[in-house]
């Protein structure tokens, strides 16, 4: 796909923009030739969400112009937590949990930025690899000294903590330190000169700037993207089922699909324009559709969406299962399994336990209203009493929640 000279243009066009600590600057910058950029993940999950999709397409469109990705993992300040606009501290998470999260947050990347050892190939790092390794005494000489305790209580992450009166450790009251002293060490390691992050990130990013200029001179640029909400006013990421994770071992491909489906009408053209690479003025067509043509540019979202994620054949299985345009002998496949003992099936295991023992429903009277307005549907008919028990006689079921949630019931010994 041609893209044009300017990237940041590109970038701004396309929605993916929200503050620059030199717009003007990093503009020229990203027009010199290779520029290495790094975006971070703190490792607190084995998955990422569809929240750090916009991250991942900026990293993809800019490797494309010719620049060079840096996923730095946060194997060292995972053990922190950013604090960032965080009423509390997060878990502590033991070094196992971490690796392990790092495994599968690394699942991920290669699905969106080319990796190798050359050119503008992306690379991941691990900031334990410095951050292990330096002492105390030695991060304040050459970190600590040059930050005032006056400026960092002016930010914002800090002074709303502060001000709604939430306890804020001096663990945590360091990390921005941390996160500055990474983008000076990949300065230094890897010539990185822009960090990429969320607004939320704003602080941080302008410290590592700060930072650069004050131990040697260098010129670093941040970059920061618009945090995402839905047009109903959720944060991006999130659903009534929890987060929209993008490891299939997490989220099944068919439910990431679905979400996308389902999406608010209003937001089906930002959407295109932030996680596919159909062109803009393809986007634009779509974004004014209504009625039935609205639903297929949903369809052409998710499918390629999912297709960024998982894979185009498990967006086009999706995309079939959701139209019902099933395999023979193979219906169910690509469906979130739903497990039942037998032992339950046998003492008289109804739809409304289920639905309850799942957390798909918010209460019993709400499957019960669901099954009574006709939304209820096993193995396609339409189920009129939900505490009735589970038909005797199968393994497998297909469960049907209204018309866009639908489930494989499967019975384990």
């Known amino acids: 796909?041609?893209?044009?000279?300017?990237?940041?243009?590109?970038?701004?066009?396309?929605?993916?923009?929200?503050?620059?600590?030199?717009?003007?600057?990093?503009?020229?910058?990203?027009?010199?030739?290779?520029?290495?950029?790094?975006?971070?993940?703190?490792?607190?999950?084995?998955?990422?969400?569809?929240?750090?999709?916009?991250?991942?397409?900026?990293?993809?469109?800019?490797q494309r112009f010719g620049h060079r990705?840096?996923?730095?993992?946060?194997?060292?300040?995972?053990?922190?937590?950013?604090?960032?606009?965080?009423?509390?501290?997060?878990?502590?998470?033991?070094?196992?949990?971490?690796?392990?999260?790092?495994?599968?947050?690394?699942?991920?990347?290669?699905?969106?930025?080319?990796?190798?050892p050359t050119g503008n190939d992306g690379l991941v790092v691990d900031n334990a690899d410095w951050l292990d390794g330096i002492g105390y005494l030695q991060f304040l000489n050459q970190v600590g000294r040059h930050f005032s305790i006056n400026r960092l209580l002016t930010f914002d992450a800090v002074r709303q903590r502060l001000d709604r009166e939430h306890s804020l450790s001096f663990q945590e009251f360091g990390y921005t330190l941390l996160q500055a002293h990474d983008?000076?060490?990949?300065?230094?390691?890897?010539?990185?000169?822009?960090?990429?992050?969320?607004?939320?990130?704003?602080?941080?990013?302008?410290?590592?700037?700060?930072?650069?200029?004050?131990?040697?001179?260098?010129?670093?640029?941040?970059?920061?993207?618009?945090?995402?909400?839905?047009?109903?006013?959720?944060?991006?990421?999130?659903?009534?089922?929890?987060?929209?994770?993008?490891?299939?071992?997490?989220l099944s491909p068919f439910d990431f699909w679905q979400f996308w489906r389902n999406c608010d009408d209003r937001d089906v053209g930002r959407f295109l324009a932030l996680f596919t690479e159909l062109p803009l003025a393809e986007i634009t067509q779509l974004a004014q559709a209504e009625g039935v043509q609205l639903n297929a540019a949903k369809v052409r979202l998710a499918s390629a969406v999912t297709a960024l994620v998982h894979g185009e054949e498990a967006a086009q299985l999706a995309e079939a299962t959701a139209q019902g345009l099933f395999a023979q002998g193979?219906?169910?496949?690509?469906?979130?399994?739903?497990?039942?003992?037998?032992?339950?099936?046998?003492?008289?295991?109804?739809?409304?336990?289920?639905?309850?023992?799942?957390?798909?429903?918010?209460?019993?009277?709400?499957?019960?209203?669901?099954?009574?307005?006709g939304g209820l549907r096993l193995d396609g008919e339409t189920v009129v009493d939900a505490d009735l028990a589970l038909p005797a006689g199968r393994d497998s079921w297909l469960l049907s929640l209204g018309k866009k949630r639908h489930y494989r019931i499967q019975l384990e010994d």
Not at 96 to 116: D, K, L, P, S, W
Not at 205 to 230: C, H, K, Y
């Open 330 to 373: 193979d219906e169910l496949q690509g469906l979130t399994t739903l497990s039942v003992c037998r032992s339950k099936l046998a003492a008289g295991y109804s739809l409304t336990e289920l639905l309850e023992q799942h957390e798909l429903q918010p209460s019993r009277g709400a499957t019960r209203r669901l099954a009574a307005g």
């Open 69 to 116: 990705p840096i996923l730095l993992i946060g194997g060292a300040t995972t053990r922190i937590g950013d604090p960032s606009f965080r009423d509390e501290s997060r878990p502590m998470l033991s070094e196992a949990q971490i690796q392990h999260n790092i495994a599968g947050i690394c699942e991920t990347f290669a699905r969106f930025v080319h990796m190798g």
């Open 183 to 250: 983008f000076t060490e990949l300065a230094k390691r890897h010539g990185c000169s822009v960090q990429l992050g969320g607004a939320d990130q704003w602080a941080n990013i302008i410290n590592g700037v700060e930072l650069a200029r004050r131990q040697d001179g260098r010129q670093l640029f941040g970059l920061t993207m618009p945090l995402l909400t839905t047009s109903d006013g959720r944060k991006m990421g999130k659903s009534a089922q929890g987060a929209i994770w993008l490891n299939p071992q997490r």
């Open 1 to 62: 796909m041609n893209t044009p000279q300017d990237p940041i243009q590109f970038l701004q066009e396309r929605g993916f923009i929200h503050q620059s600590t030199d717009l003007d600057g990093l503009r020229e910058h990203l027009q010199q030739g290779c520029a290495t950029i790094y975006l971070g993940f703190d490792a607190t999950a084995d998955s990422l969400h569809v929240g750090h999709l916009q991250g991942l397409m900026v990293m993809r469109w800019l």
